[in-house]
C-alpha cells in the first residue's frame, strides 16, 4: 500500500511533461502546414524582385550625323546617338576664320568696335570616350574620356587697337598641342531633344584665350592681370534638337572657372540651317564681346554603325 501510495505521485508529475511532449508534436505540425503556401509565393517573390531590378537601357532612333559632341565638347553618346557600353573615338575639326563684329569699352582702346577681323585658328582634335553608364527611364547616359587637341594659326592675331600695336606672328610658337580630360553626363528630354553637362580639365580654356586679342597677355597686362595663366578647370553644357535625323540643331557654353576677365564662349550649332557647316560663336569677356564666325566638322571612327 504504501508502495503505491509513493508511485501515484510520479505519475501525476509525469501528466504535463507528456502534455508538453504532445503540444509541441502538434506546434510543430501546425508550423509545418503553415509554412507549405509559402513555397507557393517564391516565383511570385522572384518576379517582384526582377522588377525592382534596374530599368533597360533606353533605345532611339539612330541619326544620320554624330551626336557625340555639339561642336567642340563631347556628349555621354557613341557615334550617331549609341547607347551602350562601350568606347567611342571621334575626329573633329574647327576653324574660326574671324570676327564678325566686335564691342569693347576698355580705356586704353582706340576704338571700341571691330568689323570683319581675322582670326584663322584651326582646332584638330581627337576624342576618346568611354561609356560608363547607359541611359535608362530616368538615368542619364554618363561617359569619360579625353580630348587631344593641335591648334595653330593661318593667319597673325589682329593688332591690339591702342596705344600699343602687338599682333601675333605665325611661327612654331603659334602651334600648341593640348590635353583635356572630361566626364558628361546626357539625357533625352524627348526622342528629339537632349540636354548635356559636363566638367574638364586640362587645356581647353587656353583654346577660348586664342580667340580674340582682347584676352592675350599684352591685354590681360593691360587690364591688371600680369602674369595671369588661363584655369584647367571648366564647366560645360547645352542642349541639342533634332527636327531631322540629318539637321540638328545645338548650343553649348563653356565657362573656365576663376579665369581672368571671365571668359565664356558660346557655340551655336547651326550648320545644317546655315549650310556648308558653318556656324556661329559668341565670345563674352569682361569688358567687351565678340561674335565669330567658323567652320566645325565632326566624323566618328569608332563605333563604326
Known sequence: MKLFL??????????????????????????????????????????RQEKAGP?????YEAGKVPLSGIVLMPTAYLGRGKNAIGLGLDINAAYYIGRLYGNNSYHWTLEKKSYLDRVGLWLLSADTKMQIQTE????????????????????PQPTLNGSVTISKKIDSKNTDTY???????????????????GYSDGDMPKVIYG???????????????????????????GFMWIPKKDSPIGVEIMLPQGAPQSPQLINFHLGTLLKLNFEVSYLKFRGGWDLL?????????????
Open 293 to 305: 564666325g567658323m567652320f566645325q566638322f565632326r566624323y566618328t571612327y569608332l563605333p563604326k554603325k
Open 211 to 237: 580667340l580674340s586679342e582682347f584676352l592675350s597677355k599684352e591685354a590681360l597686362s593691360l587690364n591688371g592681370h600680369t602674369n595671369a595663366a588661363p584655369p584647367t578647370g571648366m564647366l560645360f553644357g
Open 179 to 197: 590635353a583635356n580630360a572630361y566626364l558628361a553626363v546626357t539625357k533625352r528630354l524627348h526622342p528629339k531633344f537632349l540636354v548635356n553637362v
Open 6 to 47: 509513493a508511485v501515484i505521485p510520479f505519475f501525476f508529475l509525469s501528466l504535463p511533461a507528456g502534455a508538453q511532449i504532445i503540444g509541441m508534436m502538434t506546434t510543430t505540425s501546425t508550423t509545418t502546414a503553415v509554412a507549405a503556401p509559402a513555397a507557393a509565393d517564391v516565383p511570385a517573390a522572384a518576379s
Open 136 to 155: 535608362g527611364t530616368w538615368r542619364p547616359a554618363m561617359a569619360a574620356g579625353v580630348q587631344g587637341i593641335l591648334k595653330f594659326r593661318d593667319s
Open 55 to 59: 530599368s533597360k537601357p533606353a533605345v
